[in-house]
């Protein structure tokens, strides 16, 4: 075995490869000659500087900032567009219920009532319909003024309901004739979700932070 062929082994296992060569002849081989030895000195030394040798580490911080950046706008762009779809159900809800409303209370105030009712009370009753559909429409058409009118359908909604349950337990009213204030129910709970999707907050998205500056 020539010192060439020692080396090209040893060679091999400094760099964690089968030498092919047993361990026991390559140490004899070294231990008897002067030349192998210096060899095999420098390049163990070589190997060890290698290995310990500082590695230039590229800086990422700049793109996983924009990347997290990136992630957080498209899911505020899926959150506002989420939001802007239950806001546009809730305003066409909100209108054909005012719509509703008005087409019911617009007869009335224009030709009475007819039957046995009293024609000023119920020209009053229509009125006040009338008004509150308008108020309706207007929540609808700008919806960012539906929380103002969520107080007067809330209370006009209690107030019905509660009267509603005292003339039907005291039987001077009939249940049929009361399922129509459930439409008054339905309008609050309408414009109180409205109100509260068009109040959801806008948080502008947070700045990138700079490299550096902390």
């Not at 060569?21 to 060899?39: E, I, K, M, Q, Y």
């Amino acid at each position: 075995m020539t010192c060439d062929d020692v080396r090209l082994a040893l060679s091999a296992r400094l760099d964690g490869e089968d030498p092919t060569v047993p361990p026991a002849a390559l140490d004899a081989h070294t231990g008897s000659c002067p030349g192998c030895r210096d060899w095999l000195a420098r390049a163990e030394r070589v190997t060890r500087l290698t290995r310990l040798q500082a590695v230039d580490v590229p800086d990422l911080t700049a793109p996983v900032l924009a990347a997290v950046a990136a992630d957080r706008a498209a899911g505020r762009r899926a959150a506002e567009a989420a939001a802007h779809g239950r806001r546009q159900v809730l305003r066409a809800a909100v209108a054909v219920a005012a719509v509703a409303q008005l087409a019911v209370a617009l007869p009335i105030l224009l030709t009475g009532p007819g039957g046995s009712l009293d024609p000023h009370v119920s020209r009053e009753m229509a009125s006040f319909d009338v008004a509150l559909s308008v108020g309706f429409v207007l929540a609808a058409v700008r919806p960012e003024r539906a929380r103002a009118f969520v107080p007067v359908a809330l209370v006009l909604a209690v107030c019905l309901a509660v009267t509603s349950a005292w003339d039907i337990a005291n039987s001077t009213t009939a249940l049929v004739h009361e399922v129509g204030h459930l439409a008054a129910v339905v309008q609050a709970g309408l414009l109180w979700a409205l109100g509260r999707v068009d109040a959801a907050p806008r948080r502008p998205l947070a700045a990138v932070v700079t490299p550096g500056r902390g």
